[in-house]
């Protein structure tokens, strides 16, 4: 079975500009959760969705946003991109628990 | 509020045991976890424990964890240089965001 897919693996984006990152959850998963980890840092929650409904958000600003789709896939939304907001960011799948996550996308902001 | 605390850097000989130390705030965390990352790379969950556990093993890999002080910990028997990464403790509850720490780098010396 495939694990927890993210596209893309990189990408390098200008001062102001949008980003969308995807996200394709665990088959029979239908939690996806949102993390950015910065570099020497520990992952920080950014949202997470369950059957298509916001679950949970953490302290992001609202140029971030997420949504779920009826496949349980999810994309990751960031507005008006800042310098601080490169970083790895991860998705992860769960049934509940055991969260399974993907290898990330590394954005680069400059 | 939720806090997660790990030291920062670890460092020990190919064969002997790694303990990897982690302490957390919140008291109703029903699930504890171990993710390993190695460079360039996402996380890869390595063990959970139920919070009404107090040892949990699992080949190379022994979590102990005392609720009383709030202490998690990650024993490695018989490290090797693949060991050699970033670990993160993590908590949360079903269903709910994780928490992490910062992490520990394991460095492991042939």
């Known amino acids: 079975d495939a694990g927890v897919t993210q596209s893309p693996t990189h990408l390098i984006k200008t001062r102001g500009q949008q980003v969308t990152l995807r996200c394709s959850p665990i088959s029979g998963h239908k939690s996806v959760s949102w993390y950015q980890q910065v570099l020497g840092q520990g992952p920080q929650f950014i949202f997470q969705?369950?059957?298509?409904?916001?679950?949970g958000r953490g302290n992001f600003p609202d140029r971030f946003s997420a949504r779920q789709f009826p496949n349980y896939s999810s994309e990751l939304n960031v507005n008006a991109l800042l310098l601080g907001d490169s970083a790895l960011y991860l998705c992860?799948?769960?049934?509940?628990?055991?969260?399974?996550f993907g290898s990330g996308t590394r954005l680069t902001v400059v | 509020g939720e806090d997660v605390e790990q030291s920062l850097f670890l460092s020990v000989r190919e064969g002997d045991s790694s303990v990897i130390n982690c302490t957390y705030t919140?008291?109703?965390?029903?699930?504890l976890y171990w993710y390993k990352q190695e460079p360039g790379a996402g996380l890869q969950l390595l063990t959970y424990?139920?919070?009404?556990?107090d040892m949990k093993q699992d080949q190379r890999l022994t979590v102990l964890l005392n609720k009383k002080d709030k202490h998690l910990s990650l024993r490695i028997a018989d490290t090797q240089t693949g060991d050699s990464a970033i670990y993160f403790c993590?908590?949360?509850?079903?269903?709910?965001?994780?928490?992490f720490g910062s992490g520990t780098i394991l460095r492991v010396k042939s």
């Open positions: 424990i139920f919070s009404n556990m």
């Open positions: 993590a908590q949360g509850e079903y269903g709910n965001k994780l928490v």
């Open positions: 919140d008291s109703s965390s029903t699930y």
């Open positions: 969705y369950y059957e298509k409904e916001e679950r």
């Open positions: 992860a799948s769960s049934l509940g628990y055991g969260y399974t």
